[in-house]
């Protein structure tokens, strides 16, 4: 069984960064890829950014985060990063991270993510 636990979100101002984290554990081959995602109040989740475990750097599901979040990974810690900078109060939102078998047109969408943490909340206030 594939477990995922995510820390790091706080209240911040904003211009303010935040760096969260999602520890993963359970079985490898459950967990290929990798997935931040975020949901607040009244929307719909929103898919952030995918990164594969096995290497290579993170893709971004929009624009819109692109050179403010960075998506890592430390294997040996099994812990997949995001690093968001410069965050405004649109990025308040329960963050979660979400881990998958493989990866596909609709990973961004959070469809093939079986397994999914319990969120960290993030509060970006003006």
């Known amino acids: 069984q594939v477990q995922l636990v995510e820390s790091g979100g706080d209240s911040v101002q904003a211009g303010g960064s935040l760096r969260l984290s999602c520890v993963i554990s359970?079985?490898?081959?459950?967990?290929?890829?990798m997935g931040w995602f975020r949901q607040a109040p009244g929307k719909e989740r929103e898919g952030i950014a995918i990164?594969?475990?096995?290497?290579?750097?993170?893709?971004f599901c929009t624009d819109s985060m692109k050179g403010r979040f960075t998506i890592s990974q430390d294997r040996a810690k099994n812990t997949v990063y995001l690093q968001m900078n410069r965050l405004n109060p649109e990025d308040t939102a329960m963050y979660y991270c979400?881990?998958?078998?493989?990866?596909?047109?609709?990973?961004?969408?959070?469809?093939?993510?079986?397994?999914w943490g319990q969120g960290t909340q993030v509060t970006v206030s003006s």
């Open positions: 359970g079985y490898p081959n459950s967990r290929n890829y």
């Open positions: 979400a881990a998958g078998p493989s990866r596909s047109s609709e990973s961004c969408r959070g469809i093939g993510f079986p397994y």
């Open positions: 990164i594969s475990i096995l290497g290579g750097g993170g893709t």
